[in-house]
Nanobody, 115 residues
Framework: QVQLVESGGGLVQPGGSLRLSCAAS????????MGWYRQAPGKERELVAAITRGGRTNYADSVKGRFTISRDGAKNTVHLQMNSLEPEDTAVYYCRVKGDEYDYWGQGTQVTVSS
């Protein structure tokens, strides 16, 4: 049984920062990539940022320069540091963990950017 536990969401004012974390536990081996996606009301789920086992990163154009993804391989944990948050960043953020034969999603954590 694999479990993804997300934390760090909440309400923040425009220009503020939040740090999301996702810890994978259970029978999980050889993670290839970990990442964050988000889904705003009325919109499709989209990639925010991802990081591979080798440390290669990929970011959505809308968050480049503001968000930073990092990974602790020993702890099967991925973090997303979000700075200079904008109202357009408001969404439910989902953690995703992929391996050769599996693809797990977290339950999601709400991020609201509002004054």
């Amino acid at each position: 049984q694999v479990q993804l536990v997300e934390s760090g969401g909440g309400l923040v004012q425009p220009g503020g920062s939040l740090r999301l974390s996702c810890a994978a536990s259970g029978s999980i081996f050889s993670i290839y990539a970990m990442g964050w996606y988000r889904q705003a009301p009325g919109k499709e789920r989209e990639l925010v940022a991802a990081i591979t086992r080798g440390g290669r990163t990929n970011y959505a154009d809308s968050v480049k320069g503001r968000f930073t993804i990092s990974r602790d391989g020993a702890k099967n944990t991925v973090h997303l540091q979000m700075n200079s948050l904008e109202p357009e960043d408001t969404a439910v953020y989902y953690c995703r963990v992929k391996g050769d034969e599996y693809d797990y999603w977290g339950q999601g954590t709400q991020v609201t950017v509002s004054s």
